[in-house]
Nanobody, 128 residues
Framework: QVQLAESGGGSVQSGGSLRLSCTAS????????MAWFRQVPGNQREGVAF?????????????DYADSAKGRFTISQDKAKSTLYLQMNDLRPEDSGKYYC????????????????WGQGTQVTVSS
């Protein structure tokens, strides 16, 4: 069982920046996927950024992004703090939504949406 808790959302103007954090606890195993999803009312959750981590044979971390996030968003983690981050720059009104942190064992591509554990979400509102 993995517990996730997001923070860092808020309201910003177009062009501004925010950094979301997701503190994690529980057993992540020897390899895992973590991701940030966005949801707006009436729509399904959409994957924004993905992080794959494994420690065999060597420790590796890979990041991947939705096309809308490439060049503006950066997903990263601080393993010592058990925290996942999403740095969001050059924010646009269409980036608005509730952002969720998600995690699962690393089976298959981390872009696959079969995430098992979710946080409660944090709201991001970007005004023009």
């Amino acid at each position: 069982q993995v517990q996730l808790a997001e923070s860092g959302g808020g309201s910003v103007q177009s062009g501004g920046s925010l950094r979301l954090s997701c503190t994690a606890s529980g057993d992540f195993g020897s390899s895992y996927c973590m991701a940030w999803f966005r949801q707006v009312p009436g729509n399904q959750r959409e994957g924004v950024a993905f992080l794959a981590w494994g420690n065999w044979p060597t420790e590796t971390t890979n990041q991947d992004y939705a096309d809308s996030a490439k060049g503006r968003f950066t997903i990263s983690q601080d393993k010592a703090k058990s925290t996942l981050y999403l740095q969001m720059n050059d924010l646009r009104p269409e980036d608005s939504g509730k952002y969720y942190c998600a995690a699962r064992k690393r089976i298959g591509n981390c872009r696959l949406y079969n995430y098992k554990d979710w946080g409660q979400g944090t709201q991001v509102t970007v005004s023009s």
